[in-house]
């Protein structure tokens, strides 16, 4: 469960001061499917950020499970990253040395799980994405497609609460776009919240219900049959 | 995240690069080689000079007239004021039980001729003894013969190079010298001999004491050398000695140089000099930590996106720090165990090509040389990895 109170991120940049989010207020049920639309330069990455206790709003109050993360340290946002929440990016992130499986055993590296639950729950996660014969290749041997699901089988390894995807379709051909969302459905049927940030209304359409932010602020709430580009893009203007 | 983990991650990150990886390596391999061969030498010149040393007998204890205070000079370039007699000789002889010989040494420089041919040598008027405590070998003939100090016989033995200009093709055993004014039959020839401590004993002319002196018109020696029984006695050698002839004297009038005070002066010099070549080869090993510093600034430049990840998915501040500076710390420890395997093996070599040179590194040099090496990577190592552990997730994420 999340909950956003009057929350804005205001940036110093020169003279000017940009508020990257504007009041925002929102609510967002465990288990639910929310996509993120909006132009660029809307605040679309900045209210992600916030979301995965990457950055901190400057006011405003954000709960996170009940918990008040806004006012939580470096040290305690790192921990809520680590143990609630995932991360999926547009442009994968793999650590290029690391074999697909070592990708995904990063997080329990850092966590200090023990080896051996690591490398299993490694090989689990690798399978769940179906590429168990490729666990051994490095990211520059896999197709665009294949590491987005390493990145999505490492962003779940940890069994977050929150799974957050920035354009995660943004860099794939539609066929392996496809299987993304098609394995990022099938967690969020398992329970897990998704937030995913997107241009395209075809991924939006998909997510339970659509946001779109406008210079900071939700401009409107979408049903998935609503969200067509002229919505979003009139949002714009 | 357990050791272990973060050794291999680090490991993984400088195998990625190899080429840069390794030649940071090599700077640190080049310092630590450089000080382990730098003080292997140091070490050997100083052995070195102290097996020739010993070769001449670090039991000597040299009495000299006047007291000077000469420390680590040469036996026999110190001025001469007081005299010191035969007779001083003698009783040293009989008084001094630690001394196993006693030699009095009368010296000058006189022009020894053989038919048209002469030459200027060093004239040394001393007993048989002095062969023995100067560790000198008589190559063919006999020494002096013994007997009374104050009575000599008109003998000489020559050193080699003198005997061979004297009696060019000719057998110098037998022949008669002229020495000044004295007659002198040549009984023994030396050996080929190295230069010791300034005194070339290819070009003397040793003579028994009594006719030195007569032929110098001198009353007092030069010196009287001491071969003491053992090294251990020397301390006590050196008391009576004083005390002997502080009595005879009726004051403290002379000096007493041993062998050890050269030594030791010399094996100063030389562990000093150790000590500055190390400390040179330590700037360079130093330096090297430049390299380290550099290297690592980079790769955490190139890496933005993989701390930003890394941070992400919930590595801590301070495990961003450790997995750079393990990065550095490993660098060096490699450099340093390949520089000293390098080192130890261009001593050997060294050895090998000149076996007469003990070099060896010493066990301190090796330690410091592999702590210097890790305080290095660490020191440098650690600004660049708390830079990487300063970015902000964000903005390293969104650079790429």
Not at chain 2, 7 to 16: D, E, H, N, S, Y
Not at chain 2, 25 to 52: C, H, K, P
Request: aromatic residues 4%; charged residues 20%.
């Amino acid at each position: 469960m999340i909950r956003l109170e009057h929350v804005s991120r205001v940036f110093q940049v020169g003279d000017s001061v940009v508020r990257a989010l504007d009041d925002v207020c929102e609510e967002i049920r465990t288990g639910e499917h929310i996509a993120i639309m909006g132009p660029s330069g809307s605040g679309k990455s900045t209210l992600l950020n916030v979301l995965g206790c990457l950055d901190r709003p400057s006011s405003g109050s954000y709960q996170l499970d009940g918990r008040e993360v806004s006012a939580l340290d470096d040290a305690e946002l790192t921990l809520v990253r680590r143990h609630l929440i995932g991360f999926v990016f547009q442009t994968f992130q793999l650590v290029p040395r690391l074999s697909a499986l070592e990708n995904v055993e990063l997080p329990m590296l850092f966590a200090g799980i023990p080896r051996e639950e690591r490398l299993a729950r490694a090989a689990e996660g690798i399978s769940a994405v179906g590429l168990a014969p490729r666990a051994e290749h490095r990211p520059d041997q896999l197709s665009g497609g294949e590491r987005q699901r390493v990145a999505v089988a490492r962003a779940v390894v940890m069994r977050p609460r929150v799974l957050l995807a920035d354009e995660p379709t943004g860099n794939l051909d539609t066929r392996s776009g496809g299987q993304v969302l098609e394995l990022l459905s099938g967690l969020n049927a398992a329970g897990l919240t998704l937030i995913v940030v997107t241009h395209d209304p075809n991924v939006a359409r998909r997510a339970q219900r659509t946001i779109v932010l406008t210079d900071g602020r939700i401009l409107r709430r979408l049903a998935p049959d609503a969200v067509t580009a002229s919505v979003v893009a009139g949002g714009s203007g | 995240m357990k050791s272990g983990d973060l050794l291999a991650f680090a490991a993984r990150a400088l195998r990625g690069n190899r080429l840069r990886s390794g030649l940071t390596l090599l700077g640190v391999a080049i310092g630590s080689a450089a000080v382990v061969m730098l003080t292997a030498m140091g070490e050997g010149a100083n052995r070195y000079v102290m097996r020739q040393f010993e070769g001449i007998g670090s039991n000597l204890l040299a009495v000299v007239p006047g007291k000077t205070e000469t420390h680590g000079a040469s036996a026999f370039t110190s001025v001469t004021t007081e005299d010191l007699t035969l007779e001083d000789a003698e009783a040293l002889r009989r008084f001094v039980p630690e001394a196993q010989r006693v030699a009095p040494v009368s010296m000058g420089s006189e022009t020894v001729s053989h038919a048209e041919r002469s030459r200027q040598v060093a004239v040394v008027g001393s007993t048989s003894e002095f062969l023995e405590v100067q560790k000198v070998r008589l190559g063919r003939g006999s020494n002096l013969p013994p007997g009374d100090l104050r009575r000599g016989t008109a003998v000489v033995v020559l050193g080699a190079t003198v005997a061979a200009e004297l009696f060019p093709g000719a057998d110098p055993l037998g022949g008669i010298v002229r020495i000044g004014d004295l007659r002198a039959r040549v009984i023994g020839i030396l050996e080929p001999q190295g230069t010791q401590l300034g005194m070339n004993l290819n070009e003397v002319a040793i003579l028994p004491v009594a006719k030195a002196m007569r032929l110098f018109n001198r009353s007092s020696l030069f010196r009287i050398l001491i071969d003491v029984r053992a090294h251990a006695d020397l301390d006590a050698a050196k008391e009576r000695v004083r005390a002997l002839l502080a009595e005879r004297h009726g004051e403290e009038d002379v000096t007493l140089i041993s062998q050890d005070a050269v030594v030791e002066s010399f094996s100063n010099i030389l562990r000093t000099l150790t000590l500055a070549v190390a400390a040179i080869a330590a700037i360079s090993l130093a330096v090297s930590g430049l390299g380290i510093m550099n290297v690592m600034l980079v790769s955490v430049a190139e890496r933005r996106a993989e701390v930003g990840l890394l941070r992400a998915l919930g590595a801590e501040r301070g495990q961003i720090t450790r997995v750079f500076l393990a990065e550095a710390l490993l660098l060096s420890l490699l450099g340093a165990l390949v520089g000293i395997a390098l080192g130890a093996v261009c001593v050997q070599l060294l050895v090998w090509l000149y076996p007469a040179f003990p070099a060896r590194p010493p066990l301190w040099a090796v330690a410091s040389a592999f702590v210097l090496a890790l305080g290095v990577g660490g020191a440098f190592g650690l600004a660049p990895a708390r830079r990487a552990a300063r970015l902000d997730p964000v903005a390293a994420l969104a650079r790429k």
